[in-house]
């Protein structure tokens, strides 16, 4: 169910500026929702026994996470050590602790501690003095460091280990499927893997476009600038590319190692078909504004020189 944020906005990027920016945003946001709906149905569906002390025991670390950002305690590598103890309790319990990483995401102090400081103007308050001490360093130092968000220094800091060892980790242990010729044809023939590939091809097309509409006529939303029903129809499509968390959820939902190289048959399938329709159906829609642009700027010239030369009659043959 869910989206690959990396190949979806990846493939849409591929069309570059034929794709207006706010539905790259869009994109972006949706895969991220979609990740997150995931996670939650990972959460209530696929819990067997919950041991209800480490439970306990990882809510009320995520209490006293609440208090510190509260508090304006915001020491990074203080959220990092509680992130992972409350990833062991929420493992412990039987909770899956992808659940972990979620709440502590949205607990995050996401706004600096000194938001009316920035980089530049602190490093120009030390330029303009005299003289310059230890402390006077060490506390530009820290009032610098504070400057930018607690969730932000730990996500640039650890942004290298997630995307290059984490994240390709997680999805080759997740994308391990036999892809024999008896597998393959087992799979053509296997109501699991047309059902997965079908609902993330048509059924995400028709419900992400079909709800991005919906919201529009009814005014909840407005047609991003620039977005034709096409462009709409292809983002709606990128979002049926599912790899890393549409194959973990794959796992969990099959108890049959048939059913589930089955269903990642069909996940792979799936985002093959959406990533090729998706890019033609976006460089379609970029080559109709295109056109449609030429067309409006020649009938622009001709009332223009029809403004200036009244007299003039253009022979278009």
């Known amino acids: 169910m869910a989206t690959d944020i990396a190949f979806a906005v990846g493939i849409v990027s591929l069309s570059g500026k034929r794709v207006p920016a706010a539905l790259k945003v869009f994109l972006l946001s949706l895969a991220v929702a979609d990740d997150l709906g995931a996670i939650t149905v990972i959460a209530v569906f696929y819990t067997s026994s919950v041991a209800f002390a480490w439970l306990v025991a990882a809510l009320v670390l995520l209490v006293v996470v609440w208090v510190l950002r509260q508090r304006r305690v915001w020491y ?9 103890v409350v990833w062991y309790c929420m493992y412990r319990s039987g909770v899956h602790p992808t659940v972990a990483g979620v709440a ?6 996401m706004q600096p501690l000194r938001p009316d400081l920035g980089a530049a103007e602190i490093a120009d308050r030390l330029e303009n003095q005299a003289e310059l001490t230890a402390t ?3 506390n530009a ?12 220094r730990i996500s640039d800091r650890w942004l290298p280990w997630t995307s290059y060892v984490v994240i390709p980790i997680f999805a080759l242990c997740n994308a391990g ?14 109501r699991v893997t ?46 049926g590319i599912g790899f890393t968390v549409a194959l973990f959820v794959t ?13 990642k048959v069909g996940v792979l399938a799936a985002s093959v078909i959406a990533a090729v329709l998706s890019t033609l159906t976006l460089r379609l829609a970029a080559s109709r504004a295109s056109a449609s642009e030429l067309q409006l700027e020649a009938l622009e010239n001709e009332e223009l020189f029809a403004e200036s030369a009244p007299g003039v009659v253009i022979d278009e043959r």
């Open 141 to 152: 130092a820290f009032l610098i460091r504070e400057s930018v968000p607690v969730g932000e």
């Open 194 to 239: 047309w059902g997965v590939t079908l609902g993330l091809v048509v059924g995400k097309t028709i419900g992400v476009f079909g709800a991005a509409t919906l919201a529009i006529a009814l005014g909840i939303a407005r047609r991003p600038r620039g977005a034709t029903t096409l462009h709409m129809i292809g983002i709606a499509m990128a979002a």
């Open 104 to 109: 502590m995401g949205f607990l995050m102090p």
């Open 76 to 84: 990074g590598p203080l959220y990092f050590v509680l992130g992972v």
């Open 177 to 190: 499927v036999a892809l024999s010729g008896e597998a393959l044809g087992a799979a053509v023939g296997s």
């Open 251 to 263: 796992s969990l939902a099959f108890d049959s190692v048939e059913a589930t190289d089955q269903a």
């Open 136 to 138: 006077d360093v060490e």
